[in-house]
């Protein structure tokens, strides 16, 4: 698609949700009413800039405000992981579920999927999760098999891929190594296994020049798989995927239109650092304008490599609200993780946030018990000083009490990372 089309077509799709939101959506029609906008001066996405930014606060103060349908038209109820704040329900209509599984085939595509493929989903498809039930109706509408494991259950995982012999797996990448290890002590044979990539998804796989971090390091180095991540959220419900060029994940013009800004809220240039903001195009339940997702990521405009010209972003740097200011050093978690990684001998680790009588961030490592030695600590230390500059603190205790943290039964994902 050239640049001229999809702006023509974002321009027509823009039109269509502006004029949907100011009759249905009563958070927006509240927004035009108390700035003046009229929404006929906002044609194409460069007009969009007239409009405020939303804001994950204005989406948790006023949740309700963004419906623009009754809730007996409502298909799936589902809610946002919640990190930092409390979840945010997210409502979707039937057409929406519909757009989910459009984006999701495409998302596959774009990561080499066929209808030749299986997949096997290692993430939950219930507990109010969008993305799990997104990925089984995109393999549905691509034509691929799915077989749904759910996450953790590695002797599961193991008896599914031998016995239904999957092509590609979507999991937390994280997960892998945990994966792997399991066959080897185990002797299940993984390398002979047909499947050839992963679809990674919540943690970044690469560092901001696009070469493999530690965990997609460690993955790859072990495995002949490989690897494509995917960035996405249950505000924007659409993802950005990679192709077969690993160069950022690819927008798909014809569901979001994409900024990505600085401070100031000015769209930055090719290759820099911004804040991703998303508009929502095709929306019924819960359209949204300029939100503000927190999280930050290197932007690229010019073509890819695979012939594709959509807008690419970077792996998440970041999220805004997740910058820690320890010891004068501005460090985001996948920072942390990334050096943690690195580290064979460590199987099990969570971060802990906090704030001391000072109000300033603290970092404590929280590892298991068998891994304190002087020889160990002294190792990390020095390993954490060559790469981020300051040490945290380290913490030891026992593997069961450390899994138990991590693997909350309540929570979806592995809890990595806790603020305190
Ligand atoms: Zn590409």
Known sequence: MTSEITNALQGEKLRQLLRYVSANSPYYQKVFRETGIDIASIQSPEDLKRLPFTTKDDLAGFNDDFLCVPKNRITDFVTTSGTLSDPVAFYLTDADVERLAENESESFRCAGGSEEDIYQLMTTIDRRFMAGLAYWMGARKMGAGMIRVGPGAPYLQWESIQRFSPTVIIAIPSFIPRLIDY?????????????????????????????????????????????????????????FTECKEGKGGHLNPGLLILEVVDEQGNVVSEGELGEVVVTTLGVEGMPLLRYKTGDLCHVYYSPCACGRRSTRLGPVVGRKQQMIKFKGTTIFPPALFDILDMVKEIELYQVVVSKNEFGNDEITILLPLQLQTAVFKEMLYSLFKSRLRVTPSLEFITAEELTFRIYKQEKRKPEKLVYI
């Open 183 to 239: 066959a080897v002590a185990n002797g299940i044979d993984y390398k002979a296994s047909n499947i050839k990539s992963i679809i990674c998804i919540g943690e970044p796989i690469r560092n901001p020049d696009f070469s493999l971090n530690e965990l997609g390091k460690r993955i790859t180095s072990d495995w002949d798989v490989k690897l494509y991540s995917t960035y996405a959220s249950t505000e924007m419900g659409a993802a």
